[in-house]
Each structure stands twice: as structure tokens, then as C-alpha cells.
């Protein structure tokens, strides 16, 4: 913790960081464009989500939804990834000290493993799944694992800015 | 152009003095509860307006149809826009002198007006069962669609920042 703490000071010094916290346009500018990432990447998410739950698109192949959704989740996240970096970047200390703010980061860690998860264990047996009446049970743990964290990070994300 | 242009400040005064503009005003924690189902709800909405358009205009999940997709993804979205429209009328009592004067809260509500003008229009007819693949009134459909409701999210933002 004090190693984080000490980055998170000397981020603070830096002259992108006092830029952005102390002028007029940046921060809404990017704040929109983080809160718009998010509304289409973890509006593509949840389409993926839903389908390893067999809940949507239950004709169509696991993979296919997969493969054909995955590359907008994967765009919308890094305009949010990268908007969410500027906005640390202008307030890391605030950021530091707010509850939400650590939630919302190991919810994100968790969220990446259950994504890399996904690619290493199940990507390579979609075909297989795809011949069974139903999803096995590691494939609907990870779309709600994902469905749970999104929302979490979008609910710790709010209240960071509250407090 | 701001809505104290056309209606009297005596309603939005009334809007503030009833429930629940009045109830979320007092307890504050409300008002960021609401707020926060609300983004929650906008990334439900936002990602089923975004695949079925991008369908539309040719791209995406290229191997189901426009009318196929539309059909699997509207009752999230017409779920989803009920839910915006209520926790977005009762953030709006809660602060309605505001926003009476408000510019970006103007064309919120405009581009959201002409957002839903264009989903039961065109992006309808477009998405019905058995519409020839790439037509371009579907492409415009999509086109105006993505504008508008990416219009509402932007000045949606705004309203917080001007």
C-alpha cells in the first residue's frame, strides 16, 4: 500500500495530472467519452453474457456470438480503459483514498481473470458446448461472473464521483 | 434554447414541490441510487441500439439477420428504455428548476424525442422479417438512430458539467 501511495502522490505532481484537474473542458470531455465506452462495451458484454446463460440468441452458436461480438466489447473497452487512465491521471490521490475507487479496481482485476479464464479453459470447447440442450456450468458461472462485475464496476464507478 | 422558453417556471417549481421530485430532493442518497440505475439501465439500452444498428449498417453479427436480432434484443430494450424514461422523469423532478434553464437538458430531450421518432419508424420497418439485406433506407435508419441516441447520452453528460 504505501508504494501505491507514493505513486499515486508523484502522479499527482505531474503536469498532465494538474492539467487536466485544473482546466475547464478535459475532464467532462473525457468523462463523456468514458461513460459512452461503457454504455456500448458493457452493452456488448452483456450480450455474450446472456448467451452463455442460454437466455438470448439460443439458435445461434456460442462461438459465432463470440467471435462476431467480441471485437466491439474489446474497442468500446479500450476507449473506456483509456479515458478511465486519463481520469485517474488527474485526480490519483482522490482516487486513492476513495472506497469505491479500490472496489471498482480489484472488481476489474477479477473481471480480466474471468475473461482470460474464458479464453484459456473454455474458447477451445465452444463446439463441443454447442451440441449440448444446455451451457455447462463453468460456461454460465463466467457470464454471471461478468454480468455481476460490470454492474459492480458501474455501481462503484458512480459513487467514486459522489465522494 | 432551454424549456423556460416555452412553459412557465411555475411548472417546474410544481414538478420540485410534489413526489417524487420533492422526496428525492431531500434525501440525497436517493437521487445518487436512482442515478446510478439509471447509467446501469443506459448500458442495457446503449448495447442493444448499438448491435442491432451496426447490424443494419453491414457489420457485427453479420451471420444472424437485422430482423432476427432485433426480435432477440428488443425486449431488453423496450425493458430498458421504460426504466431509463422512469428513473429519468423522477432525477428530472428532483431538479427541475434547473433544468428548466438548462441548454444541454434541451436537447436531451429533443434528441431523445426524435431517437424514438426514428426506433418506431424506420428502424422498425426496417428491422421486419423478410427485408432485403443492406437496404439503404436501413443503413439511414441506423445512421440517425446511433446519431440521436448517442446524442441523448452526450448531452445527458453535459447537463452535469454546464
Not at chain 2, 45 to 72: E, N, P, Y
Request: charged share 15%.
Amino acid at each position: 500500500m504505501h508504494y501505491i501511495q507514493a505513486f499515486c502522490q508523484w502522479l499527482n505532481e505531474t503536469q498532465w495530472s494538474t492539467y487536466i484537474r485544473e482546466s475547464d473542458y478535459p475532464f467532462p470531455i473525457i468523462e463523456t467519452f468514458h461513460v459512452i465506452g461503457l454504455a456500448v462495451s458493457v452493452g456488448v458484454v452483456m450480450w455474450l453474457d446472456l448467451r452463455f446463460l442460454n437466455i438470448v440468441m439460443r439458435d445461434e452458436p456460442i462461438q459465432s456470438v463470440v467471435d462476431q461480438l467480441e471485437p466491439w466489447a474489446m474497442g468500446g473497452f479500450v476507449i473506456m480503459f483509456v479515458s478511465g487512465a486519463l481520469l485517474f491521471l488527474s485526480e490519483p490521490m482522490k482516487c486513492y483514498n476513495t472506497l469505491a475507487f479500490r472496489l471498482k479496481v480489484i472488481m476489474l482485476i477479477l473481471t480480466g481473470l474471468n475473461v482470460m479464464y474464458f479464453h484459456a479453459k473454455l474458447y477451445a470447447r465452444l463446439p463441443e458446448f454447442d451440441k449440448l440442450p444446455n451451457p455447462p456450468w463453468q460456461l454460465k458461472m463466467v457470464g454471471i461472473v461478468s454480468f455481476v462485475f460490470w454492474f459492480g464496476i458501474i455501481i462503484a464507478g458512480r459513487w467514486t464521483a459522489y465522494f | 434554447m432551454t424549456f423556460l422558453h416555452f412553459i412557465p417556471i411555475t411548472f417546474f417549481q410544481w414538478c420540485e414541490a410534489v413526489w417524487p421530485g420533492r422526496w428525492i430532493k431531500e434525501a440525497t442518497w436517493v437521487f445518487a441510487i436512482t442515478e446510478t440505475v439509471h447509467i446501469m439501465v443506459l448500458a442495457v439500452l446503449m448495447g442493444s441500439i448499438f448491435v442491432v444498428d451496426l447490424r443494419l449498417l453491414g457489420v457485427g453479427m453479420k451471420r444472424r439477420t437485422a430482423s432476427q436480432l432485433s426480435k432477440d434484443l428488443s425486449p431488453w430494450m423496450f425493458t430498458s428504455v421504460v426504466l431509463m424514461v422512469i428513473t429519468g422523469t423522477a432525477l428530472y423532478m428532483s431538479e427541475a428548476v434547473r433544468l428548466s434553464q438548462s441548454a444541454p437538458f434541451f436537447f436531451k430531450i429533443l434528441s431523445l424525442v426524435l431517437a424514438l421518432i426514428v426506433q418506431f419508424t424506420i428502424i422498425r420497418s426496417s428491422t421486419q422479417p423478410g427485408k432485403p439485406e443492406g437496404a439503404p433506407l436501413g443503413k439511414i435508419a441506423a445512421c440517425l438512430s446511433l446519431f440521436f441516441w448517442f446524442g441523448v447520452a452526450f448531452a445527458g453528460r453535459a447537463i452535469a458539467f454546464l
